[in-house]
């Protein structure tokens, strides 16, 4: 069974950082690209960011680009997103996600439950 | 950056009737890589429709997906009252992924 397990969530003040990690088990990790998907509180879906399966090729939003670095350990099953200057509006629910395939320009075939960010003073 | 517009943003039916959702790229989406996930309140999305056309493990044959270039049709033949939920079209062919601001369907 696909487990997805996210971490690191919280309170934290405008141009902080935080660490969110994403424990993955369930298939042969390496794989598989990953990917991070935020939701605001009542909005939409947001793409953020994925890696491929190796983490040679990593793409990102604009919106993070530059603040944002997912990165991956593939002996530990472990996906990370390194969030820095954050901004209150980075403030959503952070999914960690699989991607179907080994190249980042897959869909998402299974999620997380997220964990929630909220930046604020 | 392809946008992707979600049409309409509430659609009010009855269990049992037909569900049409639109997506439309402001350009061409490359190899009709086209997504659809459902979202029920306090779950994550869940993967239906990939390449467009292709159902997702798991997913009833009511779901159907259809389109290319810059137009892509999600249908739901037969509501069911699971189905009731968001909608999202995301395309994953070029970055930035991008996924459209969805469709509520809601029961009449």
């Known amino acids: 069974e696909v487990q997805l397990l996210e971490s690191g969530g919280g309170l934290v003040q405008p141009g902080g950082s935080l660490r969110l990690s994403c424990a993955v088990s369930?298939?042969?990790?390496?794989?598989?690209?990953m990917s991070w998907v935020r939701q605001a509180p009542g909005k939409g879906l947001e793409w953020v960011s994925s890696?491929?399966?190796?983490?040679?090729?990593?793409y990102y939003a604009d919106s993070v680009k530059g603040r944002f670095t997912n990165s991956r350990d593939n002996s530990k099953n472990m996906v990370y997103l390194q969030m820095n200057s954050l901004k209150a509006e980075d403030t959503a629910l952070y999914y960690c996600?699989?991607?179907?395939?080994?190249?980042?320009?897959?869909?998402?075939?299974?999620w997380g439950q997220g964990t929630l960010v909220t930046v604020s003073s | 950056e392809i946008v992707l517009t979600q049409s309409p943003g509430t659609l009010s039916l009855s269990p049992g009737e037909r569900a049409t959702l639109s997506c439309r790229a402001s350009?061409?989406?490359?190899?009709?890589?086209l997504a659809w996930y459902q979202q029920k309140p306090g779950q994550a999305p869940r993967l239906l429709i990939f390449?467009?056309?292709s159902r997702a493990t798991g997913i009833p044959d009511r779901f159907s997906g259809s389109g290319s270039g810059t137009d892509f049709t999600l249908i739901i033949s037969r509501l069911e009252p699971e189905d009731f939920a968001v909608y999202y079209c995301?395309?994953?062919?070029?970055?930035?992924?991008?996924f459209g601001g969805g469709t509520k369907v809601e029961i009449k």
């Open positions: 995301q395309q994953y062919g070029s970055s930035p992924l991008t």
């Open positions: 890696i491929s399966g190796s983490g040679g090729v990593t």
């Open positions: 390449g467009a056309f």
């Open positions: 996600a699989k991607d179907k395939g080994f190249g980042v320009l897959t869909p998402i075939d299974y």
């Open positions: 350009q061409s989406v490359s190899n009709n890589y």
């Open positions: 369930g298939f042969t990790f390496s794989s598989y690209a």
